[in-house]
C-alpha cells in the first residue's frame, strides 16, 4: 500500500476519505474519537501544503439530504481540533463544493456534506456509483484513503474513487491494518478473543473464523443469551436470537472439538424491565426467572473473565457486556476494561460500542494497545474477508 510519503501534494487538491461517523444528540457530538483520529493524516497533508478536501459519512440518511444527518457540526469540532478554519460545503458535489473547493489555499482544509445524501455513494449499480464517484473525483487531483471504519463498504468514496486518482492510504488506515495483521498473522499466546453486544448474528463468520484462532473466546452482553439456551437454559425476557440457536449449537460442538475454551457468563444481572433505573438481581445465568431479562453479566462471572484474561498476551475485544449506557448495568464491560489495563497483554479494543463504552466509563485509552475507529470494519478484517477500501488502496 502505498503511504502519504509517497504523494507529492504541495499545491494540489487532495481528496481525504475519513470515517467522521460520530454519534450525535441532536447538535452535540456525544464522542469526537473517530473525528480526533483522523486529524494526524489532515494535518501531515495541510502542513505540506495540500489543499486538502474531507469527505465523510454520517449515520444512514440513505441517498436523501436530511439535516438530521449533516456534517456541520462536526466541520465545526474538526476545526477546533485542527486549529484552523474547516470551510463547509453545503452538498457533496454541488455548486458549493465546487466553489468551496476551488477557493482553497494551499494549507488549507474544507469539508464536503454528508456523501450519503447522494444515492450514488452507496448504490449497488456500479455505473450509477461510477458516475458519483467522478463527479467526486472531479474535486481533486490525488486521494488519501484514511476512513478505515468504512473500508469494509463498497461505496463510491471507498471503493471507486481511488480507481481514479493517484492514490495512498492514510496514516489512520495503515496503523489499523498493522495491528490487525499481528492480530491474524502472529498473535502471541494465550490469545484470547471477548465479544459482546446485542446480536449473534453480527458476528457469525468472526466467531466462526475465531475458533480456528484461538485459544479461549469469552462471550458476554446481549448474544450470551443465545449461547446459554443453546446449551439448554431458559434466559427468561432477555434478548435472544432463537433462528440462531442451530449455528450456536455449531459453534459450542466446534470449539469443543477443536479444544478452544468458550466460556460464558455463570451469574448475570436480571432486571424486570430495560430502563436505568430497572429493579434488578444477581442470578445464576441458569437459572433466570422467566419474568426478568439479562441485562449485565454478574460479579463471578466478572472475575471469572478477568482471570480467564489474567494471562492473555494478546485480547482482542469487540462489544460491551452489558448495558453499559445505564451506569447500573455498566459493571461488566468496565471489569472487562479494567482487566484488559491491568494485564499486560496486546490489546486491541474493536471499535464500535466498544470504543464508546471506554470512553464513556472514562477509562483511560492509553491503558489500551490500540482503540480502533472500526467496529465492523475490523471484524471483517479477522473473518478473513477481503475489504473493498483496502483493496482499491492496493491495486
Ligand atoms: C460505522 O459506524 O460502523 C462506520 O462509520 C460505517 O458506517 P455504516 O455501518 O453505517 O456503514
Ligand atoms: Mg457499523
Known amino acids: 500500500m502505498r503511504t502519504l510519503d509517497d504523494l507529492d501534494v504541495k499545491g494540489r487538491r487532495v481528496l481525504v476519505r475519513a470515517d467522521l461517523n460520530v454519534p450525535l444528540d441532536g447538535e452535540t457530538i456525544t464522542d469526537d474519537g473517530r473525528i480526533r483520529a483522523s486529524v494526524p493524516t489532515i494535518s501531515t497533508l495541510l502542513e505540506r501544503g495540500a489543499k486538502v478536501v474531507v469527505c465523510a459519512h454520517l449515520g444512514r440518511p440513505k441517498g436523501k439530504v436530511n439535516p438530521e444527518y449533516s456534517l456541520a457540526p462536526v466541520a465545526a469540532r474538526l476545526g477546533e481540533l485542527l486549529g484552523q478554519d474547516v470551510a463547509f460545503a453545503s452538498d457533496v458535489v454541488g455548486d458549493s463544493a465546487r466553489s468551496t473547493v476551488e477557493a482553497l489555499q494551499d494549507g488549507q482544509v474544507a469539508l464536503l456534506e454528508n456523501l450519503r445524501y447522494e444515492p450514488g455513494e452507496e448504490s449497488k449499480d456500479d455505473a450509477v456509483r461510477g458516475e458519483f464517484a467522478a463527479r467526486l473525483a472531479g474535486l481533486a487531483e490525488l486521494y488519501v484513503g484514511d476512513g478505515f471504519g468504512a473500508v469494509h463498504r463498497r461505496h463510491a468514496s471507498v471503493y471507486d474513487v481511488p480507481r481514479l486518482l493517484p492514490h495512498a492510504a492514510g496514516g489512520l488506515v495503515v496503523a489499523e491494518v498493522e495491528v490487525l495483521r499481528k492480530l491474524t498473522e502472529s498473535p502471541e499466546r494465550p490469545y484470547v478473543v471477548v465479544l459482546g453486544g446485542a446480536k449473534v448474528s453480527d458476528k457469525l463468520g468472526v466467531i466462526a473464523n475465531l475458533l480456528t484462532k484461538v485459544d479461549r ?96 498476551r494478546t485480547v482482542f475485544w469487540n462489544g460491551p457486556m452489558g448495558v453499559f449506557e445505564f451506569e447500573a448495568f455498566s459493571g461488566g464491560t468496565r471489569a472487562v476494561a479494567e482487566a484488559l489495563i491491568a494485564g499486560d497483554a496486546f490489546t486491541v479494543v474493536g471499535g464500535g460500542d466498544s470504543a464508546a463504552a471506554v470512553r464513556k466509563l472514562e477509562l483511560s485509552e492509553d491503558g489500551f494497545s490500540h482503540i480502533s475507529t472500526g467496529g465492523g470494519a475490523s471484524l471483517e478484517y479477522l473473518e478473513g474477508k477481503t475489504l473493498p477500501g483496502l483493496a482499491a488502496l492496493e491495486d
Do not use: C, N, W
Request: proline letters at 3%.
Open 217 to 312: 473466546l469469552l462471550v458476554g452482553g446481549g448474544m450470551a443469551y443465545t449461547f446459554l439456551k443453546a446449551q439448554g437454559h431458559e434466559v427468561g425476557r432477555s434478548l435472544l436470537q432463537e433462528d440462531q440457536l442451530d449455528q450456536v449449537r455449531g459453534f459450542l460442538d466446534e470449539a469443543t472439538r477443536r479444544g478452544v475454551e468458550l466460556v460464558l457468563p455463570v451469574d448475570v444481572l436480571a432486571a424486570v424491565t430495560f430502563a436505568a433505573d430497572a429493579e434488578h438481581d444477581v442470578v445464576e445465568a441458569t437459572a433466570i426467572p422467566a419474568d426478568r431479562e439479562g441485562l449485565d453479566i454478574g460479579p463471578k462471572t466478572r472475575e471469572l473473565f478477568a482471570a480467564k484474561l489474567a494471562d492473555a
